[in-house]
């Protein structure tokens, strides 16, 4: 294409854009009728009685204090209805049976106990306690963490007791999987 063509077809464009934008914004325009009037001419003062602040409505208004009904007033769904008052049910004539408080459990140990074994020389056992990695080796008679006091080692399971408490639990020894051997 030729550089005549081109400013030939960019007059057209440029004739054509402006047309439609006069098209498009001008005709939004209000446009101003010869025989209208304005507003401000037509404007006449409402006949009030007695022009003056009425100070006794004022403060009546001023005193009235607002109590919600519950309802959101921005919203264009009405509230549900009101539940009827709960009527107490007849109490049974009679003694009236306490219920016992609930008794008190034992907090699980936080480990696992995994094993034991006992000292050649000594007569106490200990008990093996794995919590991750970390492994805790503890007697009859010691504290574990600082929360729990190991009272008997057994066979297949271990009593314990809860210091602050004083309650007493156990736990069973908990198999660990054999390890691969190498």
Do not use: C
């Not at 009101?82 to 907090?107: D, L, N």
């Amino acid at each position: 294409m030729t550089q005549k063509k081109q400013i030939a077809v960019l007059a057209v464009l440029l004739v054509t854009a402006g047309i439609l934008w006069l098209w498009f914004f001008e005709r939004d325009k209000p446009t101003v009728a010869a025989g209208d009037v304005s507003v401000a001419q037509n404007y006449q003062l409402l006949s009030v009685e007695n022009p003056q602040l009425h100070k006794d409505e004022v403060e009546r208004a001023r005193k009235t204090e607002y109590k919600s009904t519950g309802r959101n007033i921005f919203s264009e769904i009405a509230p549900p209805p009101p539940e009827p008052p709960h009527r107490p049910k007849p109490e049974p004539s009679g003694p009236k049976q306490e219920v016992p408080p609930p008794t008190p459990k034992v907090t699980p140990l936080p480990v696992k106990f995994f094993g034991y074994g006992t000292v050649p020389n000594g007569t106490s056992r200990r008990a093996f306690f794995t919590d991750g990695e970390d492994v805790y080796i503890v007697a009859e008679g010691e504290v574990l963490l600082n929360r729990f006091r190991i009272l008997k080692v057994g066979n297949a399971s271990l009593e314990y007791e809860e210091i602050s408490s004083g309650l007493r639990g156990s736990a069973n020894l908990e198999d660990q999987g054999s390890s691969p051997s190498a």
